[in-house]
C-alpha cells in the first residue's frame, strides 16, 4: 500500500518554541493531505485540509495564525506550530489522499508526538 | 449530537469469543464506510472498507444499513492481537480527497 512518513516522530520543546512537522507521500503524489490531532483517549480531530499549490483549509475553531501550513510540492505538507504552549501537547497525524488505489482511503502517516513543557 | 458515534466499551473478550461493534451515523448523504483499528500510540490503519452488500475478511465481518444509517463490524474467534481500539470512520464524498468523520472509537482488549 501507500506509504507516508512523518517527521519528526518526537519532539518536546519549551513553550513559546515553533515546531515544524513534515508530512511526506513517499511513492506517490498526494495533491490533498489532511493534519489531526489527537488528544489522550480521544479520536482523531480534522485541523485543516492541505492542498498543493494553495492555502491550506481550517475546520472551525483552530486558529489558521498558530497552526501554519505549507503544502508546497505534491509528496510534502508541513505543520509549524507557532508559540507552542503546553495545551498544545497532542498526537499529530497527517494523512494523503491520491494513492491510486483504493481511490477511496485516505493513508495515515505514524505520527509525531508533541510534547510542550 | 455527534456527526458518529460508536460503542462506548471497553470490550474485555476472552480469546475464541466473537465481539460485535456498532456504529451510527447522523449525515443520511454519507457516502463511504470505514473501519479502522488503532494501536496504542500509532496510525490508525486502515481493517476494511464497509459496502451495503456486507463485506468479509477472513474473522471479520462488515455490515452497512443505509437505511438505519447503521455500521458494524463483526469479529470472529478473538486473538490478543485483535486488542486494539476501532474506528468506524465516515466520508461524506465519495473519493480520499473528501474529509471523513472518525467516531470516539471502541477498545477492545482480548484476554487470554
Known amino acids: 500500500g501507500a506509504v507516508v512518513s512523518q517527521h519528526p516522530s518526537w519532539v518536546i520543546c519549551k513553550s513559546g518554541t515553533s515546531v515544524k512537522i513534515e508530512c511526506r507521500s513517499l511513492d506517490f503524489q498526494a495533491t490533498t493531505m489532511f493534519w489531526y490531532r489527537q488528544f489522550p483517549k480521544q479520536s482523531l480531530m480534522l485541523m485543516a485540509t492541505?492542498?498543493?499549490?494553495?492555502?491550506?483549509?481550517?475546520e472551525q475553531g483552530v486558529e489558521k495564525d498558530k497552526f501554519l501550513i505549507n503544502h508546497a510540492s505534491l509528496t510534502l505538507s508541513t505543520l509549524t506550530v507557532t508559540s507552542a504552549h503546553p495545551e498544545d501537547s497532542s498526537f499529530y497525524i497527517c494523512?494523503?489522499?491520491?494513492?491510486?488505489?483504493?481511490?477511496?482511503?485516505?493513508?495515515f502517516g505514524p505520527g509525531t508526538r508533541l510534547l510542550v513543557l | 449530537r455527534k456527526e458518529v458515534e460508536q460503542d462506548p466499551g471497553p470490550f474485555n473478550v476472552p480469546e475464541g469469543a466473537t465481539v460485535a461493534f456498532n456504529c451510527t451515523y447522523s449525515?443520511?448523504?454519507?457516502?463511504?464506510f470505514f473501519w479502522y483499528r488503532q494501536d496504542c500510540r500509532k496510525e490508525p490503519k486502515l481493517l476494511m472498507s464497509?459496502?451495503?452488500s456486507g463485506n468479509e475478511d477472513g474473522r471479520f465481518t462488515a455490515q452497512l444499513n443505509r437505511a438505519s444509517q447503521y455500521i458494524s463490524l463483526l469479529i470472529r474467534d478473538s486473538k490478543l492481537s485483535d486488542s486494539a481500539t476501532y474506528l468506524c470512520v465516515v466520508n461524506n464524498g465519495r473519493t480520499s480527497y473528501d474529509k471523513v468523520i472518525f467516531g470516539p472509537g471502541t477498545s477492545l482488549s482480548v484476554i487470554p
Open positions: 492541505s492542498n498543493e499549490g494553495s492555502k491550506a483549509t481550517y
Open positions: 449525515n443520511s448523504a454519507s457516502q463511504s
Open positions: 464497509v459496502y451495503s
Open positions: 494523512s494523503a489522499a491520491g494513492a491510486s488505489e483504493p481511490q477511496e482511503t485516505q493513508y
